[in-house]
């Protein structure tokens, strides 16, 4: 392990308040440690050769300021390979990233949750994710049966006795029109073009009794309701690719909690459609 050695009776201080890791009567400062202690006055290594020595690693900058960061927030933090284990009144584990990196789903979904997501923008300030493992569940509901659809463009009109459209479409006077991820899932004989990867995640959700509309409004594929459409819409779903730029996660974010909504993003592994909640937490 790369660090700063601490010896003798400074080494016992250290090892008692959790600082280092033990090697017979020293302890083993990792350079986020040290440089810790050295910006907080402990003069027991040289501080500038020191920092010279950490910034080799290209990474050391986002571990700095997400270390500092959370001990200034009252922590005690342990470090991990690519990680920092943290308890204060309850424990989780913060992974750092920069700005400009991507939100890995496959790689977060397969971590324990929750876990956060500690971001270093380019001012050196951390804004911090909850990222969790989702199930969305709504209320069951029956399919309608379309009569003489239409298929035009990115909808389906229906220009006959349309009835009672439930929670799928939208009136328009003397038609009535459906998406058409909403008219393939009722109908699946109909050649209507979808994006194949959304249009798995909308059936999944409807398959789940959730009520799936639109998200666009909101930046994001859907808005869903638990029940109806007489309700405050829960969830805004979006599927996204592999490698999602993680200052788009951010923003689809801030516009849920803006307007009070859980953010799922979601993607297909294998034969199952995956969730993860994100939220924007104060630590």
Not at 101 to 109: T, V
Not at 153 to 164: E, K, M, P
Request: aromatic letters at 14%; charged letters at 30%.
């Amino acid at each position: 392990m790369n660090g700063v050695k601490i010896c003798g009776r400074l080494a016992d201080k250290l090892g008692t308040k959790g600082f280092g890791i033990r090697e017979g009567k020293c302890v083993i400062l990792s350079y986020e440690e040290a440089l810790y202690l050295g910006e907080k006055g402990f003069e027991g290594f040289d501080f500038k050769k020191t920092f010279k020595e950490a910034s080799k690693d290209e990474n050391f900058d986002v571990r700095f300021f997400v270390y500092r960061d959370l001990k200034s927030r009252g922590y005690v933090v342990k470090i991990r390979d690519g990680y920092y284990e943290s308890k204060k009144s309850y424990s989780m584990n913060f992974y750092p990233l920069r700005d400009m990196d991507h939100f890995e789903f496959e790689k977060f979904y397969e971590r324990d949750s929750p876990f956060a997501l500690a971001v270093v923008d380019g001012d050196g300030d951390v804004t911090y994710y909850m990222v969790d493992h989702a199930s969305p569940e709504g209320e069951r509901h029956e399919k309608i049966k379309l009569k003489n659809p239409y298929p035009a463009g990115a909808r389906v009109f229906l220009l006959d006795s349309y009835g009672d459209l439930k929670t799928y479409g939208k009136k328009e006077g003397v038609f009535a029109h459906l998406s058409n991820f909403e008219a393939r899932y009722l109908d699946k004989e109909l050649k209507i073009p979808v994006d194949e990867e959304v249009y798995d995640v909308y059936e999944d959700l409807k398959n789940r009794g959730l009520v799936v509309k639109s998200g666009f409004k909101y930046g994001t594929h859907f808005r869903c309701y638990l029940t109806s459409l007489n309700e405050h819409s829960k969830y805004l779903v979006h599927v996204v690719p592999h490698l999602e730029d993680i200052q788009k996660v951010s923003r689809a974010v801030r516009v849920a909690h803006g307007v009070r909504k859980t953010l799922l993003l979601s993607r297909k592994i294998g034969n199952e459609v995956r969730y993860l909640s994100v939220t924007w937490i104060r630590p």
